[in-house]
C-alpha cells in the first residue's frame, strides 16, 4: 500500500511540474503537423493505384476512387454530413482543403500552427515561420475544388514541408521535456496513420476475376510499400510472388525494430520519449501512459507476423489504433491540464 500511495504522489507531482512546462503545445503541435503528412501519403497511395489500374474501378463506377479513403481515415460519417454524392473532386477537396473538416490537411495544419506559436511552446522562431508560410500557402487554395493538376502539387507540398518543419525542429529545439512530449506526440500519430494507411488497403475495391483480383492487389501492396516510404526496407523489386510481397510488407510496417516507419519502431520511440520525460529506467512505470506503452512495447518486440495473419490484420489494426487513443487519453490526463 505504501509503493501505491508513493508511486500515486510521484504521478501527482511530475504531472504538475509537466503542465507548469506547457508540454501540451509541442505535443499537439507534433501530431497534427504528422497527420498532415500521413493524409497525404493515404491520398498519394489511393492516386497510383487508380492510375495504375483504373479498370478496378469501373464495375463500381458510382463509387468514387477516393471514397476507401474516408473510410480509413474514419471520416466517413463527417462527410456525408456536408455531402449527398462522392465524386472525386469532392471527396479530394473534403480531405484537403474543407474548412468544415476538423481532419482536413488545412485544418491540421491550422492546429498545428496554432499550437507551435503559441507563446509558451519552445519550438524554433524559424520553425514557426516555415509553418505559418505553409499554412498561408494552402489557405490560398481554401475555396478552390482543385483540377487534376493541382492534387499532385498539393500533397507533395503537404509531405515536404512537413519534413522540412520536422528537419528544422531536430536540428535546432533544444533538448528538454517540451522536445521529448514533441517526438512522443510524432511516434504516436505515426504509428496510428500506418495502421490507416495498411487500412487503406483494405478499403481499396477489388474486381471478382481471381486473376484480375491478385494482380490488382499486388498493385495495391506496391503503391502502399511506396508511400510508407518502405520500397528499400523491404526491398519489394526483388518479391515477384505477391503473397511473399504481402507478408514482407506487413513485416516492414507493423514489425520492423530498424524501419522508423514501423509501428514497433513507433511505439519503441514513445516508450524512449516517456521514460525520459518521467525520469524513470527501463522496464519502470510510475504512470497509466508507461504502463500503456510499455505493454505494447513488449508486445510488439515479441509478436510474430504469422499470429497477426492468423488472428487477421483487419482486428489487429482496428484494436491498435483503439490503444492508441486511449493511449493519448491516458497522457492528456495524467499530464496536461486544460489547453486554451
Request: proline share 4%; hydrophobic share 40%.
Amino acid at each position: 500500500m505504501r509503493e501505491v500511495e508513493e508511486q500515486l504522489k510521484l504521478t501527482q507531482a511530475l504531472a504538475i511540474e509537466v503542465a507548469k512546462q506547457n508540454c501540451a503545445f509541442p505535443y499537439l503541435a507534433s501530431r497534427y503537423l504528422e497527420r498532415v503528412e500521413n493524409i497525404a501519403r493515404v491520398i498519394a497511395y489511393n492516386l497510383q493505384i487508380s492510375n495504375e489500374y483504373e479498370e478496378a474501378w469501373e464495375y463500381e463506377s458510382a463509387v468514387s476512387r477516393f471514397e476507401p479513403m474516408l473510410y480509413a481515415l474514419d471520416c466517413i460519417d463527417s462527410y456525408r454530413l456536408f455531402h449527398e454524392t462522392t465524386t472525386d473532386q469532392a471527396v479530394f477537396h473534403f480531405l484537403t482543403l474543407e474548412g468544415d473538416n476538423p481532419a482536413s490537411i488545412l485544418n491540421c495544419i491550422n492546429s498545428a500552427s496554432s499550437y507551435a506559436s503559441h507563446p509558451q511552446s519552445d519550438m524554433p522562431q524559424e520553425a514557426k515561420a516555415y509553418l505559418k508560410g505553409f499554412l498561408d500557402t494552402f489557405n490560398e487554395h481554401r475555396n478552390t475544388y482543385p483540377d487534376p493538376s493541382q492534387i499532385d502539387y498539393l500533397i507533395h507540398l503537404a509531405r515536404s514541408s512537413a519534413q522540412m518543419i520536422f528537419g528544422m525542429i531536430e536540428a535546432t529545439m533544444t533538448r528538454g521535456r517540451q522536445f521529448n512530449f514533441f517526438e512522443l506526440g510524432r511516434s504516436i500519430e505515426r504509428a496510428d496513420n500506418i495502421a490507416r494507411l495498411l487500412e487503406a488497403k483494405r478499403f481499396s475495391p477489388l474486381p471478382d476475376d481471381t486473376k484480375e483480383r491478385n494482380r490488382v492487389s499486388n498493385i495495391q501492396w506496391k503503391a502502399l510499400a511506396n508511400h510508407a516510404s518502405a520500397n528499400d526496407s523491404i526491398r519489394v523489386k526483388d518479391l515477384a510472388d505477391p503473397a511473399e510481397r504481402e507478408k514482407s510488407t506487413l513485416q516492414a510496417l507493423l514489425l520492423s525494430n530498424t524501419f522508423p516507419r514501423s509501428i514497433r519502431y513507433c511505439i519503441s520511440e514513445a516508450d524512449r520519449c516517456l521514460r525520459r520525460i518521467c525520469e524513470i529506467k527501463d522496464h519502470e512505470f510510475v504512470n497509466p501512459p508507461t504502463k500503456a506503452v510499455g505493454r505494447m512495447r513488449a508486445e510488439f518486440d515479441y509478436i510474430e507476423l504469422d499470429e497477426i495473419l492468423k488472428y487477421d490484420v483487419s482486428k489487429f489494426l482496428e484494436d491498435f489504433k483503439k490503444r492508441i487513443q486511449a493511449l493519448h487519453e491516458s497522457i492528456e490526463a495524467s499530464f496536461f491540464l486544460q489547453v486554451d
